[in-house]
Nanobody, 128 residues
């Protein structure tokens, strides 16, 4: 079982930066058994994949709309994954969710149904 808690959301002006944290409480396995991803859902839109990191931290996948602006990292000693967001734009406004997938592959999924555990979400609002 994995419990995920996001933090670090808030209101930021366009061009600014935020860092979201996803703290993971894991039982039965170690945290580095899991790939972790960030998804987001804007008002009136479907949830979309943003970025993911594999179990080792050596493999990541980033969706094109945020490539070069967003990055992901994991700090296994504290069971935490970070989403680093730079050059934020109003269209990045959404609720951001972290999700975990028991996955030892070097590759990560961008499909939400592959992720079994989800956090409650963190609101990010970018003003123009």
């Amino acid at each position: 079982q994995v419990q995920l808690v996001e933090s670090g959301g808030g209101l930021v002006q366009a061009g600014g930066s935020l860092r979201l944290s996803c703290a993971c409480a894991v039982s039965g396995r170690t945290f580095n058994s899991y790939a972790v991803a960030w998804f987001r859902q804007a008002p009136g839109k479907e949830r979309e994949f943003v970025v993911a990191i594999n179990w080792s931290g050596l493999g990541t996948y980033t969706t094109n709309s945020v490539k070069g602006r967003f990055s992901i990292s994991r700090y296994d000693a504290e069971n935490t994954v970070y989403l680093h967001m730079n050059s934020l734009m109003p269209e990045d406004t959404a609720v951001y969710y972290c999700a975990a997938d028991l996955n030892y592959s070097d590759h990560v999924s961008r499909l939400d149904y592959d992720y079994d555990f989800w956090g409650q979400g963190a609101q990010v609002t970018v003003s123009s």
